[in-house]
Nanobody, 114 residues
Framework: VQLQASGGGMVQAGGSLRLSCAAT????????MAWFRQVPGKQRELVAI???????NYAGSVKGRSTISRDNGKTTLYLEMGSLRPDDTGVYLC?????????WGQGTQVTVSS
């Protein structure tokens, strides 16, 4: 499985973005799909995660401002983020996991200016 994240950019505080993660390959056995945020000097942080059963969890910092979703074929994962804040800045990476292990995309940069 290969993942390609897109949709990042520069946005002013209060704005919104929709990130996409396109998957190619066999996603039949994918169990979880998630978005992480990487900031230099900090640990990679889980932002939102969705299981194949549809269970969803968000980091406290984005809960209420973000929505994770996917298409029915599990080939595209989305993260809609609103009311963006400067501390949302970072590289957003998507990750899928299944019986064969974890797959990571290359990330898309989100920069929120105050």
């Amino acid at each position: 499985v290969q993942l390609q994240a897109s949709g990042g950019g520069m946005v002013q505080a209060g704005g919104s973005l929709r990130l996409s993660c396109a998957a190619t390959g066999d996603v039949t056995d994918i169990k979880t799909m998630a978005w992480f945020r990487q900031v230099p000097g900090k640990q990679r942080e889980l932002v939102a995660i969705m299981t194949s059963a549809g269970d969803i969890n968000y980091a406290g910092s984005v809960k209420g401002r973000s929505t994770i979703s996917r298409d029915n074929g599990k080939t595209t994962l989305y993260l809609e983020m609103g009311s963006l804040r400067p501390d949302d800045t970072g590289v957003y990476l998507c990750a899928f996991t299944g019986p064969s292990g974890a797959y990571w995309g290359q990330g898309t940069q989100v920069t929120v200016s105050s």
